[in-house]
């Protein structure tokens, strides 16, 4: 950052460096280095010290101006960004299905105004699969970073007019958001992970380390004992950064206490100065500052160009072309850096250029926003009947939230209900017995009616607690089996109720399934075996008719695989079916089935219907039928499947047998 307040500091670059190849190998050879995403924290402690000694000092001299400020920060932020906000249109336009094009308008709006980590958060977790379908994921953390640049020269300029001691003022702060993050990342993970009450304080450290800096005067005389403190800290400094690159990985509850370890090593080698000697020769020399150089703009491209090409081949990228991607990005970056950046962060008209990027930004989020980047290939007939499915979903969640208003509150799953009451219908479990509703409440004959209650990973059964090893779903799972429990009292108080449903996912209680009534017990099998015995006689004594669904087949590979695009890198594969052995010895499904089995051995009246009858033939496993996509995830039907298992649901539903 170019700034007259701040004498730059070449190991400062170097830094930068090290904190962006970590995001950028993590992200293209994440086998190479599973904690290099904690180079976004070491930025964070950049960011906060960079601006905390810009406001400091701007302060201490009475010459701080929010509009000097804020037009900096635009001057700096606002072109690479554009640049990359409109290639991820345009690239966008050429490759993405329609569901992806609306997805990245919205993304593009969110990160035309800083608010990407909230549109993120709201959507899925920063490691999830469909992350890498996400080309603006990465602007989650430039959102923090301009939010934290929102509210913290307020805080500080209302500090220093009421005299108040700023230090101590950014101190409870950063204890606050530190405090936020250690007791809120098992409970919520996602937005601790995203927001930045949990966040401010790895900025925070950067900017009570700028206070301390200037207290000291910023000359000390280098003594020997100086010296050597200075080069342990630098040390020390690396070698947790190093530590949390290689030894962090994303299933720990992170930023948590780990977010400790980056942070606090980049505290270190700031603090330690320019002539430290891991600063000097390793942070200083010419490449590493060369890559710190274009460290923003080369955050800014490399995720766009590693997510359209794995968006373009639909599969797992190979070696060759996540390394080619990774030169590219190095090159756009320093193009962007060369030529892109220069005109507006230095020379004249600097009142024209923030009205001109602040107007091209705000066409930007326009455009994504307004869905100007209109849909392709979708006619109004379509678009008029997703429209009504959604309207169907909307309102059946309405009529069940009559029955349980807290549903949604304790799970993540909705419960429906086609009508209000009287529905002779129930589908019980979890997000598999969810995605049956809409097939089955637009063919059911006109007299009767569906209902679901589905949970968050939920087996439908009584008493039974599954998905419970997962501490970062705690808070929609810890009590999803009791909604299931609530489910069947109304089932069974019910006499319109006539047929019930059982839906699950077998992954989710693949050895993690606990007897709420035996749970010293550890054996998930017999757990589940005691549970659909139990449910079993529950259902049968209360006259219901009951099946067994065994689930669709979970797919080796993203959907959106199947589907047709322009371009590939390579030459393209048969992704629309895949071997029927391969589903066949998915072990999750194959131990449900057995158990499934052997329970109703016991209960003739019950019946097994098996959907992968429906979407497998002898040899292959199907992802589309008759020119349509069945599946929204690896797992889950859309509603053009829901749509094409009804009739396969419903013949069993008003069987006699």
Not at 259 to 270: C, D, K, W
Not at 415 to 443: M, P, T, Y
């Amino acid at each position: 950052m170019s700034n007259p307040n701040i004498q730059y500091r070449p190991d400062i670059d170097g830094l930068r460096a090290l904190a962006v190849l970590g995001v950028v190998i993590y992200h293209a050879f994440p086998s190479l280095l599973p904690g290099g995403f904690v180079g976004v924290d070491v930025f964070f402690v950049i960011s906060g010290y960079l601006i905390g000694t810009i406001l400091l000092k701007s302060l201490a001299k009475d010459t701080f101006s929010f509009s000097d400020f804020y037009s900096r920060r635009i001057r700096r932020i606002f072109p690479a960004l554009f640049v990359v906000l409109a290639f991820c249109l345009i690239t966008g336009k050429l490759v993405l299905l329609d569901d992806e094009y609306r997805q990245l308008g919205k993304h593009v709006a969110a990160g035309a105004t800083f608010i990407a980590n909230f549109a993120f958060w709201s959507e899925s977790g920063y490691f999830d699969t469909a992350a890498e379908l996400k080309p603006l994921l990465h602007l989650w953390s430039l959102a923090i970073e301009e939010q934290f640049y929102l509210f913290w020269p307020l805080v500080l300029w209302g500090a220093w007019k009421l005299r108040a001691n700023m230090l101590a003022v950014t101190i409870v702060i950063a204890i606050v958001s530190f405090a936020i993050n250690i007791t809120q990342i098992n409970s919520n993970p996602v937005a601790t992970f995203f927001l930045l009450p949990s966040r401010a304080w790895e900025l925070l450290a950067g900017s009570i380390l700028a206070w301390l800096a200037l207290q000291g005067g910023g000359a000390t005389e280098r003594t020997q004992l100086r010296t050597l403190l200075d080069d342990l800290a630098g040390v020390l400094g690396l070698a947790l950064i190093v530590w949390a690159m290689f030894f962090v990985h994303k299933s720990d509850a992170f930023p948590g206490w780990f977010a400790l370890a980056p942070v606090t090593g980049a505290v270190l080698l700031i603090a330690a100065g320019p002539q430290a000697r891991v600063n000097r020769f390793l942070l200083s020399n010419k490449p590493a500052v060369f890559i710190g150089l274009i460290s923003f703009p080369l955050y800014l491209w490399h995720w766009p160009l590693l997510s359209f090409a794995r968006i373009v081949q639909s599969d797992v990228l190979s070696r060759e072309i996540r390394l080619a991607a990774v030169l590219l990005a190095i090159g756009l970056a320093w193009l962007t850096f060369k030529f892109i950046e220069p005109p507006f962060r230095s020379g004249n008209h600097r009142l024209g250029k923030v009205v001109a990027l602040v107007s091209v930004m705000v066409m930007a989020g326009a455009i994504g926003y307004k869905g100007l980047i209109s849909p392709k290939g979708v006619d109004e007939a379509e678009t008029m009947a997703l429209t009504k499915s959604y309207q169907t979903m909307a309102l059946s969640k309405e009529n069940c939230e009559k029955q349980f208003p807290d549903w949604t509150s304790i799970t993540d799953n909705a419960c429906r209900f086609q009508k209000e009451s009287d529905n002779s219908v129930a589908i019980v479990g979890d997000s598999h017995a969810g995605q049956l509703f809409l097939g089955i409440s637009e063919q059911l004959k006109p007299s009767e009616g569906v209902a679901v209650f589905s949970a968050s990973c939920a087996a439908p059964y009584i008493d039974i607690a599954t998905a419970q090893k997962d501490e970062n779903a705690q808070k929609v799972r810890k009590g999803a089996y009791k909604l299931i429990n609530r489910a069947y009292d109304y089932i069974i108080d019910d006499p319109k109720i006539k047929v019930v449903i059982l839906a699950h996912l077998p992954n989710c209680s693949y050895q993690d399934a606990t007897d709420m009534r035996n749970p010293a017990n550890g054996d998930y099998k017999t757990a589940l075996s005691d549970g659909m015995k139990r449910t079993f006689s529950a259902l049968t004594q209360a006259n219901k008719k009951v099946i067994v669904l065994l689930d669709n087949p979970y797919l080796p590979y993203d959907p959106a695989a199947c589907a047709e695009r322009p371009f590939r890198l390579t030459k393209n594969a048969d992704h629309c079916s895949f071997p029927r052995e391969q589903f066949d010895k998915n072990q999750p499904f194959t131990d449900y089935k057995s158990l499934v089995v052997a329970a109703t051995k016991d209960f003739p009246q019950v019946k097994i219907l098996d959907l992968s009858t429906k979407l497998c033939d002898e040899n292959r496993c199907y992802l589309a039928k008759d020119g349509r996509l069945l599946y929204s995830d690896n797992s889950h039907l859309n509603f053009d499947g829901s749509r094409y298992v009804a009739p396969y649901l419903i013949d069993a539903i008003e069987s006699n047998n």
